[in-house]
């Protein structure tokens, strides 16, 4: 029923910048947070930044200043803007997100993306 995809994943330099984006799809009647989470390998799933329907932003302290968290609610969309890379940012990047879907009634699901790479290198 709903889908979010994940693009703008890559190689990138040390001190580079990179833009994902996670696009929305299917039996949406409105979107609550949203959120990006990141696994590198050996490590736990982390909360990298998320944004609340009202605008509201929080970040993790080790990308604080770095990155930035936005929403196109028309376009059903949300980017993360990554400036100022670091070797240690190499992961997988998951979209996240709350959504109210219609189903005879209205109610709300967590979905994820399938995610996408990003990889920093020296």
């Known amino acids: 029923q709903v889908q979010l995809v994940e693009s703008g994943g890559g190689l990138v330099q040390a001190g580079g910048s990179l833009r994902l984006s996670c696009a929305a799809s299917?039996?949406?009647?409105?979107?609550?947070?949203m959120n990006w989470y990141r696994q590198a390998p050996t490590k736990q799933r982390e909360l990298v930044a998320g944004?609340?329907?009202?605008?509201?932003?929080h970040y993790a302290d080790s990308v604080k200043g770095r990155f930035t968290i936005s929403r196109d609610d028309v376009k059903k969309m949300v980017y993360l803007q990554m400036n100022s890379l670091k070797v240690e940012d190499t992961a997988t990047y998951y979209c996240?997100?709350?959504?109210?879907?219609?189903?005879?009634?209205?109610?709300?699901?967590?979905?994820w993306g399938q995610g996408t790479q990003v990889t920093v290198f020296s």
């Open positions: 996240n997100a709350d959504i109210w879907i219609e189903a005879g009634k209205v109610k709300m699901n967590n979905y």
């Open positions: 299917g039996n949406i009647y409105s979107i609550n947070t």
């Open positions: 944004i609340t329907s009202g605008g509201s932003t």
